[in-house]
């Protein structure tokens, strides 16, 4: 992930931890399954794989996993889809596409990829990203007033919270994601619940399960798709027919690459759905997990709001609110590090290449554990607790690992400025609202286990009390 405050914003430290060269990678355990060279995660079942122990705690059953198997070993997302995780930062090294693609997204996914940017590599990917990347930069942000359109609907949504003693925060973030993204593409917002139902139908999708048979995640995916792409063209007609540059998608609809060329309707309607969508959930779910971080963090909760008391207007744009709020920035660090949405990035590899003193072989998947790296008690102490205060401080860049929740190389994620603008906005915004009435997010109940498939989410079942009772 990088941004706007990369080359200026650090942890505590003034300096990356040193590492030492990688380890080799070696079963630990005997009696485990073999398959090319590589041990098997156990408790493999017909048709799911592995899907059933990951789904249920990822950081669990895979800590376990790489006690018995080492830090490299297949999993198996279903029963056809083997991937070779790997548990150390040294497997970031498959992001950078040197010796890997993204053509596995077209091969397990064709109904979410489509003809999007992320499914391709080399120029068909680099031209679409060029043609997009105007949109969403900073200066594309604040031109298509996305800071302003943050701060109206988390506002909005914020004072209905006041007073709620059982808030499911999960669902309604979402709601606050999916209405920025409306707004930004001007629909409305009385059609919310219709295109977040669509939407999540739609990204059942990325469930890696091959059954194609009705009311499975495939066929289900597949529906919603047809619904979603229809509304989405009609968008793109509109913002063509009213010449609209400043938009998002109006940048999209007239970005062009080097050559001067920009994309077709389909690649225009593929993009905006991926990006716009896939974004959301992702963002709403940070979100929430700051919240709830937040309501078992009273000492930071304190801190926020009186960083936030001293706000006359809110900033739009990232930049300033970081230098405002600082901790509303470190706030969502911590929490992206401990809760990365995208828990698991998978790349396949087109020619065979070394990696920790072992041969990953051409043709595999190979995958990297994003929850592991992001909880490396090399890189950061006491790695499971929420510390916010290790992203305070101003004096380097971040680097590669820190940043690796929004992925790397050339398919890191190209919303990360919506996002950090907007999860940042949301902190500072939730202190600003309750702060000042004497109210703090409390947890309501236990915490529920979160999903880490397809997304890591919290549960809908996670509720707090903003009632101050």
């Known amino acids: 992930m990088t941004d706007s405050r990369d080359a200026t914003r650090s942890p505590a430290t003034s300096e990356a931890p040193r590492r030492e060269p990688a380890r080799v990678a070696r079963p630990v355990a005997d009696g485990l399954v073999m398959k090319d060279g590589f041990p098997v995660m156990p408790g493999k079942i017909p048709l799911l794989g592995h899907v059933h122990r990951i789904s249920r705690d990822a950081l669990s059953e895979l800590r376990q996993a790489e006690a018995a198997c080492g830090p490299i070993f297949w999993t198996y997302f279903g029963s056809k889809l083997p991937v070779l995780q790997i548990m150390d930062e040294e497997g970031l090294a498959i992001l950078q596409n040197k010796y890997t693609d993204n053509s ?243 790349r396949k590899v087109h020619t065979a290449f070394e990696l920790m003193g072992r041969q990953i072989p051409a043709g595999a998947m190979a995958g990297v554990s994003l929850l592991h790296v992001s909880r490396n008690p090399e890189r950061y102490p006491d790695p499971d607790r929420w510390r916010p205060e290790r992203w305070l401080g101003i004096e380097r860049g971040l680097n590669a690992v820190e940043t690796c929740q929004f992925g790397g190389g050339p398919h890191a994620c190209l919303g990360r400025h919506v996002a950090a603008l907007e999860i940042t906005l949301f902190i500072a915004m939730l202190a600003r609202e309750l702060g000042p009435r004497g109210l703090s997010p409390r947890l309501a109940g236990k915490m529920p286990p979160p999903s880490y498939l397809p997304f890591l989410r919290p549960s809908n079942k996670a509720f707090l009390d903003l009632s101050g009772r």
Not at 337 to 345: D, H, I, K, T, V
Request: glycine share 6%.
């Open 104 to 346: 596995f997204l077209r091969e397990q996914m064709p109904v979410i990829t489509g003809e999007a940017m992320n499914a391709f590599d080399g120029q068909r990917h680099r031209n679409a990203r060029r043609a997009s990347l105007d949109a969403f930069t900073p200066k594309g942000l604040t031109r298509a007033q996305v800071g302003q359109f943050v701060v109206e609907t988390i506002e909005q949504r914020l004072h209905r919270w006041v007073g709620d003693s059982k808030l499911a925060i999960f669902p309604e973030t979402k709601d606050i994601a999916l209405e920025v993204v409306f707004r930004i593409l001007g629909i409305q917002t009385h059609e919310l619940s219709e295109w977040r139902h669509q939407y999540e139908e739609f990204f059942l999708g990325m469930i890696p399960l091959k059954v194609d048979l009705p009311g499975f995640p495939a066929w289900r995916c597949r529906k919603a798709r047809g619904w979603l792409e229809d509304r989405v063209a009609k968008i793109v007609a509109d913002a063509r027919a009213r010449d609209d540059h400043d938009s998002l998608v109006g940048a999209m609809i007239f970005g062009r690459d080097e050559s001067g060329n920009g994309m077709s309707e389909v690649e225009l309607v593929h993009n905006i759905l991926g990006l716009g969508f896939a974004g959301s959930e992702t963002t709403a779910a940070v979100m929430a997990w700051s919240a709830l971080m937040l309501s078992q963090h009273p000492e930071v909760w304190q801190q926020l709001c009186e960083q936030v008391a001293g706000l006359e207007t809110l900033p739009f744009t990232h930049e300033e609110l970081v230098r405002q709020v600082p901790l509303a920035e470190a706030v969502f660090r911590e929490t992206m590090r401990l809760y990365p949405p995208a828990p698991f990035e998978m």
